[in-house]
Each structure stands twice: as structure tokens, then as C-alpha cells.
């Protein structure tokens, strides 16, 4: 059975700094890997997307990096903003269906 | 338009109510998907739709029904729901199956209170 490991489960940063989060997956036969954000009380917004035969992919200030053989993403977070703060959660996907796997999660709290 | 749009967004009921919660997006989207999720917890899957029809059910109690109409809409009803039953539900929809790109949208959720 899958399962899905975020750490830290927490993270407070000043403004401006660079940060990591990690996710790891016990199965490596994955289909693809999504990074999602949740505000408190609100629904997912999908960040990133990364098939497993990436290697990662960039959207603005977010850089997320996928090792399949190591079961292991990152999400690089440049130039951190308050608006940023946010809970981090991954989900991988095991074959073509539909089910997603997800982690606990990282709150991330950046502070002006 | 990347919206999902689910209504209505907060609900408090009893535990004799019959209520429903909807879920609607034109993306094009043939998947859709309710999902529960508790404070502090990752969402959880409860029902996925494709084409309209009930593709996987995560052994969810019958006192929760889905119900797709047509493939923008998605309902969820409820019927003699318990406290512990108290959660945000979120709706999400995806291109089908087997696309190479089938990022999963979410709704706002409904947060829902039983009494």
C-alpha cells in the first residue's frame, strides 16, 4: 500500500528566504506527482504536475523536482512572500486511474 | 476558467435532515470526485464519477448518495448523518482517466456541521 510522507510537518521562514519541502512515497511505480496549496478552510489549488518520466517542473517561484528511484519530490519555494502561507500537501498517482494518495501536509508560515 | 463551484458553502444540519451539497464546472471535465476532509487531515476519497457513472465508491456509508446528472454536475446527499460526519466536502474534476495531464481541480469546499 502507498504511503505518502511530507516533512516537515511544519515550517515558519522569514520573508525572502528560499525553502524545501519534501515529500517521499514508499511505492515508486507512480504515474505522476501533483503539489497542491490549501488556505485554511479552503479548497486544493493544483500547483505543479510532474509525470513520472520528468525530472521537474517550474511555474514562477516554484520549482518542483521528482527522484522516482529514490521515492522522493521536492518543492522549491524562491523569494518567499507572506502570501505564501499556506499548507503544502503532495499526492502521487499509481497507474491511470483516478485515486489520489496524499501526505499529511507542511503548514508553512512566512513572516514579514 | 479553471473553476469548480460547489454550493453551498457552509451547512449545519440535524442528524434527521436530508440535505444535499452540488458541484458544478465546465472545464469539459468527464471525472469528478467528492472527497472528505477533517482539520488538520488530508483529503479523503469518497466517490469518483467518469462519463457519468459511479467509478469508484471508497466504501463510503449508504447515508451518503452521489448523484451525476450530466457531466458538469455532481451532487452529494445526505440523509441521517451522525456528528462525527462534520467536515469540509470537496468536489474536484479531471480530464478521464488515462490523460497524460490529469490535474485534479478543486472546488472551495462545503463545510458542513451535523448537530
Known amino acids: 500500500k502507498q504511503e505518502v510522507t511530507q516533512i516537515p510537518a511544519a515550517l515558519s521562514v522569514p520573508e525572502g528566504e528560499n525553502l524545501v519541502l519534501n515529500c517521499s512515497f514508499t511505492?515508486?511505480?507512480?504515474?505522476?506527482l501533483q503539489w497542491f496549496r490549501q488556505d485554511p478552510g479552503k479548497g486544493l489549488t493544483s500547483l505543479l504536475l510532474?509525470?513520472?518520466?520528468?525530472r521537474e517542473q517550474t511555474s514562477g517561484r516554484l520549482n518542483a523536482s521528482l527522484d522516482k528511484s529514490s521515492g522522493r519530490s521536492t518543492l522549491y519555494i524562491a523569494a518567499s512572500q507572506p502570501g505564501d502561507s499556506a499548507t503544502y500537501l503532495c499526492?502521487?498517482?499509481?497507474?491511470?486511474?483516478?485515486?489520489?494518495?496524499f501526505g499529511k501536509g507542511t503548514l508553512l508560515t512566512v513572516n514579514p | 476558467d479553471t473553476e469548480v463551484t460547489q454550493t453551498p458553502k457552509h451547512l449545519v444540519m440535524g442528524m434527521t435532515n436530508k440535505k444535499s451539497l452540488k458541484c458544478e464546472q465546465h472545464?469539459?471535465?468527464?471525472?469528478m470526485y467528492w472527497y472528505k476532509q477533517k482539520a488538520k487531515k488530508p483529503p479523503e476519497l469518497m466517490f469518483v464519477?467518469?462519463?457519468?457513472?459511479?467509478?469508484i465508491n471508497e466504501s463510503v456509508p449508504s447515508r451518503f448518495s452521489p448523484e451525476c446528472p450530466n457531466s458538469s454536475l455532481l451532487n452529494l446527499h445526505l440523509h441521517a448523518l451522525q456528528p462525527e460526519d462534520s467536515a469540509l466536502y470537496l468536489c474536484?474534476?479531471?480530464?478521464?482517466?488515462?490523460?497524460?495531464?490529469?490535474?485534479?481541480?478543486f472546488g472551495a469546499g462545503t463545510r458542513l456541521s451535523v448537530l
Open positions: 464519477y467518469s462519463y457519468e457513472k459511479l467509478s
Open positions: 474536484a474534476s479531471s480530464q478521464a482517466a488515462g490523460k497524460v495531464k490529469n490535474i485534479q481541480y
Open positions: 499526492a502521487v498517482k499509481e497507474g491511470s486511474n483516478y485515486k489520489l494518495t
Open positions: 472545464m469539459g471535465h468527464r471525472a
Open positions: 511505492d515508486s511505480a507512480i504515474y505522476n
Open positions: 510532474i509525470q513520472s518520466s520528468q
